[in-house]
């Protein structure tokens, strides 16, 4: 009966079930396997929100010169450096801990290059910054672009007690919530909410007044502690990315507190305003601090409190010091991942003795791209002539300190024989030989005795 009809053959029935059941196979093995493939994608994207990635910069300086010496160009160079590592390494949020400027009144250049850099790290409101006063700012300086700098995605807070208002840009950042010390951001395209406990620097009269000290009296730090604790009760739970950003004198309890940095102006005396790591909330996750040059985490192993170091060696204390910013990976909830990165640009600051003129211009020929301080250990003072040939060998050298060496045999005997019934004059001549080894010159003597014919103040 098949045999009219070919349409009908078996054959062609096995051959056709067998096609739409191979098809049928594939098609279904195609969408379990898109399915798998969707899932997979969204469970990266979800990732990929969780985590808010922020870098940590301080004490930029701008304007500041070295013993005269301006270092304009060289910040340049490195605030450079610092946008592309904001850009390379996809931050979401730049923080920059205070000392901004290196004086009240900067001059243009450093105010131009500030402006500059902080337009640039934004990147159109698509990148949160945020940045507070340091003791070299000016804080009603630093706070005066403020309603212009924040149509930029940019937050300037000057002051302790400062508010910032809230206010939503196109790009999606926004600042959700604020008070006096605090804010709360929505980023773009991250559903995380980030916290922000800021306290830039005020001195401890101001400072207190700032934080309502009522009994005038009150340790600084637990007055602090305490502000800070009310608002991480009130503001910071475990569903956002906690921080505290501050430009103040941290150090370990108990620990013998570190000088701060030479040339530094001080903001602590005897440790007596120094505020202690355990006094941050345990509900912040990294403690981003500025004040002190050098690179350290105070954290002893709990949660990060940081000192991301200048962008350049800003005076000798810190030659051959590597500087660096901090970049933060920060999830709801857990312990902040961090890593510093060094910074390249710029000219290091080196440190140098030598005994002889010789050893000490084919050292200098040897570091050219460099500013120095060379010690010269000699018996003798430097003459004109010497002075004049170092200079002709490297054209960074910031300070040439004479060190005599000093033989104790004769600073024993002019100590024996020291006559104090002499005249001032004699006394002077004697002491400088028993300090320096050698008899003071003619016009160090004349300068003396001007010295001497000068009436001191009532």
């Known amino acids: 009966m098949w045999a009219g009809n070919s349409h009908f053959s078996p054959n062609l029935i096995f051959h056709r079930t067998s096609l739409l059941y191979n098809f049928a196979y594939v098609t279904q093995n195609a969408y379990f396997c898109l399915r798998y493939r969707y899932k997979e994608e969204i469970l990266l994207d979800s990732e990929n929100q969780a985590k808010m990635k922020i870098l940590h910069t301080a004490d930029w300086h701008l304007g500041k010169k070295l013993e005269g010496y301006p270092r304009l160009e060289e910040q340049k160079l490195v605030l450079d450096e610092i946008c592309q590592i904001a850009d390379k ?259 290091p600051l080196l440190r140098q003795s030598v005994e002889s003129i010789e050893e000490a211009v084919e050292w200098l020929n040897e570091h050219q791209d460099a500013w120095v301080e060379l010690t010269v250990i000699s018996d003798d003072f430097l003459d004109g002539q010497q002075l004049k040939q170092l200079h002709a060998a490297h054209s960074g050298i910031v300070k040439i300190i004479p060190q005599l060496t000093i033989d104790l045999e004769t600073q024993s005997d002019i100590i024996q024989n020291l006559d104090l019934s002499q005249s001032m004059d004699e006394l002077f001549k004697q002491y400088f030989k028993y300090k320096h080894g050698q008899e003071p010159s003619e016009e160090l003597i004349a300068l003396f005795k001007e010295m001497k014919g000068i009436t001191p103040p009532p």
């Open 89 to 347: 390494q996809k931050a979401e949020v730049v923080i920059v801990a205070g000392d901004l400027y290196d004086h009240f009144t900067p001059s243009n250049d450093a105010t131009e290059l500030f402006y500059k850099t902080f337009k640039r790290l934004s990147n159109h409101g698509k990148r949160a910054v945020i940045a507070i006063a340091g003791n070299h700012d000016s804080p009603e300086r630093i706070e005066a672009p403020h309603p212009l700098a924040k149509e930029c995605g940019i937050i300037f807070v000057g002051f302790p007690n400062t508010i910032v208002q809230p206010f939503k840009l196109d790009s999606g950042l926004e600042v959700l919530q604020s008070e006096e010390g605090f804010i709360e951001l929505k980023l773009p395209n991250n559903p995380i909410p980030l916290r922000l406990l800021l306290t830039p620097y005020a001195n401890e009269l101001r400072l207190k007044k700032f934080l309502n000290d009522d009994e005038q009296g009150t340790e600084l730090r637990l007055l602090l502690k305490n502000k800070w604790q009310t608002l991480a009760d009130q503001y910071c739970d475990k569903k956002g990315i906690n921080l505290l950003i501050a430009h103040l004198f941290f150090m370990e309890k108990g620990k013998a507190f570190e000088e701060e940095p030479e040339g530094e102006k001080p903001i602590m005396i005897g440790g007596a305003t120094a505020i202690h790591t355990v006094d941050v909330p345990k509900q912040i996750q990294y403690t981003a601090l500025g004040h002190l040059h050098r690179y350290q985490d105070l954290g002893g192993g709990k949660a990060p409190v940081v000192y991301s170091s200048s962008p350049l060696a800003y005076s000798f204390a810190e030659a051959n010091q590597t500087k660096y910013v901090v970049m933060l990976e920060l999830e709801a909830g857990k312990k902040a991942k961090f890593e510093k990165i060094a910074l390249t640009s710029g000219k």
